[in-house]
């Protein structure tokens, strides 16, 4: 069992930055990829980022590349986004969840969802 909690969020500006934390519980949290979601307002969750197990490998949306950067800190068993030069279409509810690799499209791992912490971006 791994336990995740998101903090981070807040209101900004465009043009901003943010840094989301995801902090992990548990013996084995090092063994997972991870990933960022997001909820925008409306619409369903969507794929934001990835980092395997070790750190070695990332991936992003298109959405987002260039300018969210992801990582991890496994004697923290923390995980953060960076978040730059953001938009108003960049407000969400962002989520952390353990995550397939690429091949299964960086879908969810596990079956729960923590509360998530909202993004909100000004235009």
């Known amino acids: 069992q791994v336990q995740l909690v998101e903090s981070g969020g807040g209101l900004v500006q465009a043009g901003g930055s943010l840094r989301l934390s995801c902090a992990a519980s548990?013996?084995?949290?090092?063994?997972?990829?991870m990933a960022w979601y997001r909820q925008p307002p409306g619409k369903e969750r969507e794929f934001v980022a990835f980092?395997?197990?070790?750190?070695?490998?990332?991936y992003y949306a298109d959405s987002v590349k260039g300018r969210f950067t992801i990582a991890r800190d496994k004697g923290k068993n923390t995980m953060y986004l960076q978040m730059d030069t953001l938009k108003p279409e960049d407000t969400a509810i962002y989520y952390c969840?353990?995550?397939?690799?690429?091949?299964?499209?960086?879908?969810?791992?596990?079956?729960?969802w923590g509360q998530g912490t909202q993004v909100t971006v000004s235009p």
């Open positions: 980092i395997s197990d070790i750190g070695g490998r990332t």
């Open positions: 969840n353990a995550a397939r690799g690429q091949a299964s499209a960086f879908e969810p791992l596990f079956d729960s």
């Open positions: 548990g013996r084995t949290y090092s063994l997972y990829n």
